[in-house]
């Protein structure tokens, strides 16, 4: 099926790690122009941007600060004209589990600006340029966390669920009258996806683990962890106007089926599998 996103600019924050490296090389696939985002791994932005086959623009920013953002747009806009889309991938995550009785202000203020802060500031920049175009759409990547909850992650888990929720269903009316709905377009589009645990660099490790298998997949229905692709899969699929150009303000959950209860007993599943 046609994508129709071949010379599409598609803007990527974390692009980077191991789910925006998926999402990049998904878009790259489809023949994206892309704008890669990323803080503090510039030679892996690096490497990823010249492996991949298509125009490609790699960018540092701390999406934290206002100057930088704004920057960071000027200068996709410099090199490409426009941006299409715009995927909120970067986000600050804590790997201490803390209680929130012990949490400081300074690491909840941290969680905060990294992942929602951060969001507001690229979404606003994006929307101005929305504005010019009369064209656009976004993803924003949120967690299951926002939808569970997380106990010992409440920072992360509230900042995604801003995300998730309010910016979301809030932003879907705005940018629908930025980009108005035509004749031959379907107006300005924004959704969110919730990954669930998916198998990344920084947790690859734990999920070698077959009790830590068992455990994680005891509230899918499908008992099988994500891979980066999955959640790529769907990033592209919502950014194509020809395939979902009539979902906006969604949030969907990727994550075998997730339920914030148990659904598998741990000899139910094989983690040789999963």
Aim: proline share 3%; glycine share 8%; hydrophobic share 45%.
């Amino acid at each position: 099926m046609n994508t129709q996103l071949a010379d599409k600019v598609v803007l990527i924050t974390g692009a980077s790690g191991g789910i925006g490296s998926a999402i990049a090389r998904q878009f790259a696939a489809e023949g994206a122009k892309l704008v890669l985002h990323g803080h503090r791994h510039q030679a892996a932005l690096t490497k990823l941007a010249v492996a991949l086959p298509t125009a490609t623009l790699a960018l540092r920013a701390d999406l934290t600060k206002e100057a930088e953002v704004k920057k960071l747009f000027v200068q996709a806009v410099k090199q490409f004209g426009r941006v299409d889309t715009l995927i909120a991938n970067a986000g600050a995550w804590e790997s201490a589990s803390v209680p929130l009785h012990e949490k400081s202000l300074k690491q909840w203020r941290y969680t905060l600006d990294g992942v929602l802060t951060s969001a507001f500031l690229c979404a606003r920049e994006f929307f101005r340029q929305v504005k010019k175009q009369r064209r656009g759409n976004a993803v924003l990547i949120g967690s299951t966390a926002a939808v569970f909850g997380e106990a010992g992650h409440a920072d992360y888990a509230a900042a995604k669920a801003g995300m998730a929720f309010g910016l979301t269903r809030s932003l879907k009316n705005e940018i629908a009258r930025l980009a108005p709905h035509a004749k031959n377009y379907c107006g300005g589009r924004i959704n969110c996806i919730c990954p669930g645990w998916t198998v990344v660099p920084r947790n690859a490790a734990r999920l070698t683990d077959a009790s830590m298998v068992r455990k994680v997949t005891a509230t899918m229905a499908l008992p099988k962890i994500a891979r980066p692709a999955d959640i790529a899969s769907a990033v592209v699929f919502l950014a194509s106007d020809a395939l979902a150009g009539h979902i906006t303000g969604q949030t969907i959950v990727v994550a075998g089926g997730m339920e914030g209860r148990v659904l598998w007993q741990p000899d139910e599943v094989d983690p040789s599998i999963a």
